[in-house]
């Protein structure tokens, strides 16, 4: 399985924080896991995680959407941030 | 050298003085200190209804649980290194906080103030650009998140091409 995190608007938008997938398939990016996850969620979700801001992280480390995932990963979206 | 992501309030001079506690030999002591404002809404929102104040009643703060401090603990450490200062820490409030609250701590101790001031300014930049920290305006009018402004990218940017 992998877990998927969304923050801030975009955990507003997926109606969730936090999903689990499948990770049966192998080669797969953090993009080809964007696909798969927004399938079954809000379509606002895909308008706000494809729109060009989002940045991503994989086990906590800033990765990108072509980064390889795999089995016991956690992969985050992180909008534009706030702090400070 | 440490990071705290917390919700509770801190005491500064309590903060303050632990820094010179650990830190017998340095000269110079920067601290910062950011402060919820009392409205945060942002000028094209503010303009389509001249007429409304904004009504924000508190922040609601997000993170990224353990991202968040080791970005932090990054940016520390390239501090230290950058300006040779001895030591620095952060602290960064999330969940609920309303207006005049403290947000966030950044204190840095060093030989002498020039360095210390340039590391606090560096880490508050790097800070603001890079922790998975989200903020949320909440009003009467409804509630909405915060992005990134151009002018906290600007600033984070800057210490990139000044090499020193």
Request: proline share 2%.
């Given at each position: 399985m992998i877990t998927v995190l969304f923050?801030?608007?975009l955990s507003?938008s997926a109606g969730l924080r936090e999903v689990r997938l499948d990770a049966?398939?192998?080669?797969?990016?953090?993009?080809d896991l964007a696909d798969k996850v927004v399938v079954e969620l809000p379509k606002q979700l895909a308008l706000d995680l494809f729109?060009?801001?989002?940045?991503?992280?994989?086990?906590?480390?800033?990765?990108?959407?072509?980064?390889?995932?795999?089995?016991?990963?956690?992969v985050?979206f992180?909008?534009?941030?706030?702090?400070? | 050298?440490?990071?705290?992501?917390?919700?509770?309030?801190?005491?500064?001079?309590?903060?303050?003085?632990?820094?010179?506690?650990?830190?017998?030999?340095?000269?110079?002591?920067?601290?910062?200190?950011?402060?919820?404002?009392?409205?945060?809404?942002?000028?094209?929102?503010?303009?389509?209804?001249?007429?409304?104040?904004?009504?924000?009643?508190?922040?609601?703060?997000?993170?990224?649980?353990?991202?968040?401090?080791?970005?932090?603990?990054?940016?520390?450490?390239?501090?230290?290194?950058?300006?040779?200062?001895?030591?620095?820490?952060?602290?960064?409030?999330?969940?609920?906080?309303?207006?005049?609250?403290?947000?966030?701590?950044?204190?840095?101790?060093?030989?002498?103030?020039?360095?210390?001031?340039?590391?606090?300014?560096?880490?508050?930049?790097?800070?603001?650009?890079?922790?998975?920290?989200?903020?949320?305006?909440?009003?009467?009018?409804?509630?909405?998140?915060?992005?990134?402004?151009?002018?906290?990218?600007?600033?984070?940017?800057?210490?990139?091409?000044?090499?020193?």
């Open positions: 923050f801030a608007q507003e049966s398939e192998t080669q797969m990016s953090v993009r729109d060009g801001t989002v940045l991503v992280a994989v086990n906590k480390k800033r990765a990108d959407w072509d980064t390889r995932v795999h089995a016991g990963d956690e985050a992180l909008p534009p941030v706030s702090g400070g | 050298m440490s990071v705290i992501i917390q919700n509770q309030d801190f005491d500064v001079g309590l903060e303050y003085q632990r820094l010179c506690d650990a830190n017998p030999k340095a000269g110079a002591v920067v601290f910062f200190v950011g402060l919820v404002r009392d409205f945060y809404s942002e000028p094209e929102q503010a303009s389509e209804d001249s007429d409304s104040s904004p009504n924000i009643d508190y922040l609601e703060l997000e993170h990224y649980a353990g991202m968040t401090e080791s970005l932090c603990q990054e940016t520390i450490t390239q501090a230290i290194a950058r300006f040779g200062v001895a030591d620095a820490r952060v602290i960064h409030r999330v969940g609920k906080l309303s207006a005049r609250a403290q947000i966030v701590f950044v204190a840095v101790a060093g030989q002498h103030r020039s360095e210390a001031f340039q590391a606090a300014e560096f880490i508050m930049d790097y800070l603001k650009s890079t922790a998975t920290i989200w903020k949320k305006e909440v009003g009467s009018n409804g509630a909405h998140w915060l992005g990134m402004k151009d002018k906290d990218a600007q600033a984070a940017k800057r210490w990139k091409s000044s090499e020193r």
